[in-house]
């Protein structure tokens, strides 16, 4: 029993974690170069493993249940609150929608016969319900797909590796130096999982180890996924990934790239729906079932009036959940550790100026994107 809650819990993280955000990686590769890219998920990674690790210890200093919503009114006072609920709500809602419209795209590729709305409407129905079903179910799905993502994932970079050129690699492109920073922010962040993993443990001072391995993983596959693609297709690498992989390995890749993005999309669209639904339960009394519309319905109703611009909506969300998400996670954290009700499982011997660091970071981070895309 404790292992396996421990595998499902990882499996939910990771779900969450490796999503949408996969398919641009290649392509920032390509564009900035790697050394730029290593950088960028060095810091960048510790950053959102601290936070990640932070959001862990506010749950398990609280007694009730709650998401950052309800943290950030309860440490933070009413104001706090309403921007967490804004930034939150904007944030999954856009993340659900990039999740809809990719999911429309690798299914069509599946079943050609299908149109793209159709098959949008396909999955998100099948998604929906597991969202209305509740978490167990979802958990169970997300060790599932996890195993079919992997398993593809794996053989995507079989069929890719012999095909690297060294020549694609690029070292440092400082046109671009900045164009990872959203990217990788967007691809890393996982912490609305957090509180549904804490209630699926059963040894709750494992979500520590939970949270560490999540995101090594995670980036692990990202660097490796990038390289691979980016060193196969080079500068006509895309930013869906696949496409600038046809002309190499052929139309086998479609299909199969289809597939893994197919379970890429969907284990992350079931936590972060059943998370805006839990939000709107926990922290606002809204009833399950209400809730759960909201959260599946809203972002296909967005879907439907057609807003369906990809990479705007990436940066749009990155940048949103780093920054507002990001400082309200440290500054409820700083008073989670003076106020909280219980003693936690684990605990980070973390300074009050490393805190003030992450939030500096991701306030810089957050100009250079508004400097970058504005020119």
Request: charged share 15%; hydrophobic share 45%; with cysteine.
């Given at each position: 029993m404790k292992d396996r809650t421990f595998i499902l819990s990882l499996a939910s993280l990771l779900g969450t974690i490796i999503g949408a955000g996969i398919f641009t990686i290649p392509y920032m590769v390509a564009k900035s170069g790697i050394l730029p890219c290593f950088f960028y998920f060095l810091i960048l990674g510790i950053i959102v493993l601290l936070l990640h690790l932070f959001f862990g210890e506010i749950v398990l200093r609280t007694?009730?249940?709650?998401?950052l919503v309800g943290y950030s009114g309860k440490y933070l006072g009413k104001k706090a609150k309403i921007l967490t609920s804004f930034s939150t709500f904007l944030g999954t809602t856009g993340s659900l929608?990039?999740?809809?419209?990719l999911a429309g795209n690798f299914l069509k590729i599946i079943f050609p016969s299908l149109s793209f709305i159709e098959a949008s409407f396909l999955l998100w129905a099948i998604l929906s319900l597991f969202v209305f079903w509740g978490m167990k179910s979802i958990a169970w799905s997300e060790l599932l797909m996890n195993f079919f993502l992997f398993g593809i994932f794996l053989l995507i970079m079989f069929f890719s590796f012999?095909?690297?050129k060294?020549?694609?690699f690029v070292l440092a492109n400082t046109q671009n130096i900045f164009l990872p920073y959203?990217?990788?922010?967007f691809s890393l962040v996982g912490w609305n999982a957090v509180p549904e993993i804490e209630k699926i443990l059963v040894k709750k001072e494992k979500l520590k180890k939970v949270i560490f391995l999540g995101i090594i993983i995670s980036i692990a596959i990202y660097f490796s996924f990038g390289l691979t693609v980016s060193g196969v297709?080079?500068?006509?690498?895309?930013?869906?990934?696949?496409?600038?992989?046809?002309?190499?390995?052929?139309d086998k890749i479609i299909l199969l790239g289809a597939i893994f993005g197919l379970f890429c999309v969907s284990t992350s669209f079931l936590i972060l729906a059943n998370y805006l639904k839990n939000t709107l339960r926990f922290d606002y009394q809204i009833p399950r079932l209400i809730a759960s519309s909201i959260?599946?319905?809203i972002p296909f109703l967005l879907f439907l009036i057609g807003i369906r611009e990809f990479v705007f909506l990436v940066v749009l969300i990155g940048a949103l959940?780093?920054?507002v998400e990001g400082t309200i996670i440290c500054l409820v954290y700083k008073k989670a550790r003076e106020k909280g009700e219980r003693k936690p499982e684990y605990t980070l011997n973390i300074s009050n100026n490393l805190l003030y660091s992450v939030i500096v970071i991701l306030v810089l981070g957050t100009v250079s994107q508004i400097i970058y895309y504005f020119n």
């Open positions: 007694n009730e249940k709650h998401r929608l990039i999740y809809i419209i012999p095909k690297i060294l020549d694609n959203g990217i990788i922010l297709a080079g500068p006509k690498t895309t930013p869906d990934a696949f496409q600038g992989l046809i002309p190499v390995l052929g959260a599946c319905f959940m780093g920054l």
